[in-house]
């Protein structure tokens, strides 16, 4: 990911509004992350306006057209992560899909005890790197924006507690995602995920389908090409070393699996996304 790539800037009590629009943006989808320390602010997409009062973390997607409107004497600051820099920072982890699911939509987290001293910290941090572009930069960059992601995941799910006591179902799905992230490697089928949850496989498909939108497969199979794509797109593995990384049997498995999860085989994919140069041909990587 590089250093790059993230953007940012702090907010220390200007005299005008600070507009962030289109033209402080990366190209392409991206997520907002939000400090308010005091003061207040509004972000905006298409015909709505939500109002932000400090002190709140705010997270969300980014989409074209998407503006955020710091009121005159406002503190604090704001960055701008493009998806492609966010699947490095989550990585492929128990946790990850909690991760994913936090900055898909927008989110306010009140800023108090350690979660603001956690938060301020991690995005000092990463406003600091942006701007001296040290060696290695991009690298605490990505340390601390997962360390800001896992400490907002886990204010989010207590203040979800307090103010919404989860369903039973909400319970299974998070579990479900959470067993997902490990095990998916193994190739477990929906089955097994159902009995080590202890629900039938009716039950477990109503929930996801209530949850996500999408079958138990689904999200199994979002696992499984989610990390596909970023190991094609920023390792040197050829497409047997990545078969074997993500337990298939040997690489023209993989690669008729990636091909009907995404329409296009892996070497094309890799052909059009990579973006480590110097890859040795692979033999494997066309069916």
Do not use: K
């Amino acid at each position: 990911m590089p250093a790059a790539a993230v953007r940012g800037q702090r907010v220390s009590g200007p005299l005008r509004p600070t507009i962030v629009g289109r033209a402080e943006a990366p190209d392409g989808l991206s997520v907002v992350a939000l400090l308010l320390a005091d003061g207040m602010a509004t972000f905006v997409t298409g015909d709505a306006e939500t109002p932000i009062a400090a002190p709140r973390l705010v997270l969300g997607p980014w989409t074209p057209g998407a503006r955020l409107w710091i009121a005159p004497g406002a503190m604090g600051g704001y960055l701008l992560i493009p998806r492609a820099a966010l699947l490095q920072v989550i990585g492929t982890g128990a946790e990850a899909p909690a991760l994913h699911a936090l900055t898909e939509r927008l989110v306010q987290l009140p800023l108090d005890g350690r979660f603001d001293t956690a938060a301020r910290g991690a995005f000092d941090g990463v406003l600091s790197e942006i701007a001296g572009a040290a060696p290695g930069a991009a690298a605490v960059i990505q340390a601390h924006l997962r360390v800001l992601l896992i400490h907002a995941w886990r204010r989010f799910d207590v203040t979800a507690r307090q103010g919404h006591p989860r369903s039973p179902s909400a319970g299974i799905f998070n579990r479900f995602e959470n067993l997902v992230g490990q095990r998916y490697r193994e190739h477990w089928r929906v089955a097994d995920y159902a009995a080590a949850l202890g629900v039938s496989r009716d039950r477990l498909n109503d929930i996801c389908r209530r949850a996500r939108g999408q079958t138990p497969s689904q999200v199994i199979a979002a696992h499984m090409v989610g990390e596909a794509r970023q190991l094609l797109e920023r390792s040197t593995h050829s497409v047997q070393q990545i078969a074997g990384l993500l337990g298939f049997p040997g690489p023209s498995q993989f690669s008729h699996y990636f091909a009907r999860q995404t329409g296009q085989p892996p070497g094309r994919y890799r052909l059009a996304h990579g973006q480590v140069t110097g890859q040795a041909p692979d033999l494997h990587a066309w069916p």
